[in-house]
């Protein structure tokens, strides 16, 4: 922007949201500054939902980012409970559920995801998705009764959901298409090790197949049929198959929204509006084509990238990309590009240890860095990626 803006409105009051009204101030904008949140919480962390929070470990007011005190400091206008229905980019106004608008000069999009839900079921009781506090804290009410749990998904939250409920005695069994939990994301090699980490821990897989429907009698979930044609009994059901940009706000407003808010290397979507965190697909200087990354780490990270471009910084967004994921005694970290049809090597600790470090490679190339139980050894690895041309595709 050719000024600094005078009105600044940050849509979504998550990890990215905040780290943006943060960076804002932290850079020396001084300007009105409104930070808008369709929940009703103060901002909080969601990695801890399908693991410490769920399994009672914390106390959901423990997922809170920040204290009370610090919003005071930041000197904003708090909108919790309150949710963007539209955006105006002639009038430069985002439309709230209460029927008022907001003027801006400055807009970052920080909306992140919504779960994807199967076509039929999620009314009976019993079924479950896991995105909110209030998610969390209801499923875990429901976990209290051992139910027979089937979690449907062979993802991140699916796999950790299934974990912990395994961990607190949940007979449960995880149904994915995938040949393993994470295959699709880690590949058949280490998805194998995932599968063998839960079953070792008691959880049952049901692999290759899809949920066909969900079944219940009396408005309460009694079980799956799945597409091989079988029945799986449960009580209980988390549907955990992903998840779609929350940009149903955003139609009609002119911004490219196909697979979230398209944005430059400067995770600029238009003129004086950026996004950041899951919600933002921009453009990967680097890796040179549009990128998401439904990623804590990136959330802030581009957050902050997105805060200092809106105040008129110019600076590309190429972040070397970083998850990781707790299931049970196992923490899995990895950086980079990981494929599943990447060529797989490793160069420390040994896979039947449950100890290691691996390289992906493609066309000759280290894209990726994965480490199971191995954060130092892992750290000694991330050189190996040139974060220049070993990430270009």
């Known amino acids: 922007m050719s000024s600094a803006p005078h009105r600044v409105v940050v849509v979504g ?5 905040l780290t943006a009204v943060e960076t804002l101030r932290r850079e020396g904008y001084h300007g009105r500054l409104t930070l808008l949140g369709a929940e009703p919480h103060l901002p909080y962390d969601r990695p801890p939902l399908s693991k410490q929070v769920l399994s009672g470990a914390w106390q959901p007011t423990r997922a809170a980012l920040r204290g009370g005190e610090d919003y005071a400091r930041l000197d904003l206008d708090l909108r919790l409970g309150c949710q963007a229905i539209g955006l105006d980019t002639n009038q430069r106004s985002v439309q709230l559920d209460n029927g008022t608008s907001l003027a801006y000069d400055g807009l970052i999009i920080a909306t992140g995801v919504t779960p994807r839900r199967l076509p039929t079921g999620h009314e009976l009781e019993g079924v479950h998705v896991l995105r909110t506090l209030e998610d969390a ?6 976990l209290v009764g051992r139910p027979r749990l089937a979690v449907i998904g062979g993802g991140f939250t699916g796999a ?26 880690l590949g058949p090699e280490l998805g194998r090790l995932v599968g063998e980490l839960h079953t070792d821990h008691g959880a049952r897989l049901r692999t290759g197949v899809g949920v066909g429907s969900l ?3 009396y408005g309460r979930l009694t079980g799956l049929q799945l597409t091989d044609g079988s029945l ?8 955990a198959i992903g998840s779609t940009p929350a940009t149903a706000w955003l139609r009609g407003s002119g911004l490219d929204i196909a697979d979230g808010v398209l944005c430059d290397a400067y995770c600029q979507a238009a003129p004086g509006i950026y996004a950041a965190g899951d919600v933002s697909r921009w453009h990967h200087p680097r890796l040179d084509r549009t990128q998401r990354l439904e990623h804590r780490t990136n959330a802030s990270e581009q957050a902050i990238a997105a805060a200092r471009n809106l105040l008129g910084a110019r600076e590309e967004y190429a972040p070397l990309p970083y998850f990781w994921s707790d299931q049970y005694d196992t923490r899995i970290q990895a950086y ?24 992906y490679r493609t ?10 139980n191995s954060p130092r050894a892992l750290r000694s690895c991330v050189a190996d990626l040139d974060r220049g041309s070993s990430l270009a595709g």
């Not at 959901?161 to 939990?181: D, I, M, Q």
């Open 13 to 17: 009051a998550s990890a990215a949201g």
């Open 363 to 372: 066309d000759g190339r280290i894209t990726g860095v994965l480490g199971w």
């Open 232 to 239: 799986l009994e449960a009580d209980a059901a988390v549907v």
């Open 215 to 217: 079944l219940g009698a």
């Open 160 to 185: 950790e959901v299934a974990a912990t409920a395994c961990s607190l005695g949940v007979e449960t069994t995880l149904v994915c298409r995938g040949p393993f939990p994470l295959a699709e994301r």
């Open 336 to 359: 980079g590009i990981c494929t599943p049809d990447a060529e797989l090597e490793v160069v420390h600790g040994d896979p039947g240890q449950r100890s290691f470090v691996a390289r």
């Open 137 to 142: 804290e209801r499923l875990r009410r429901h």
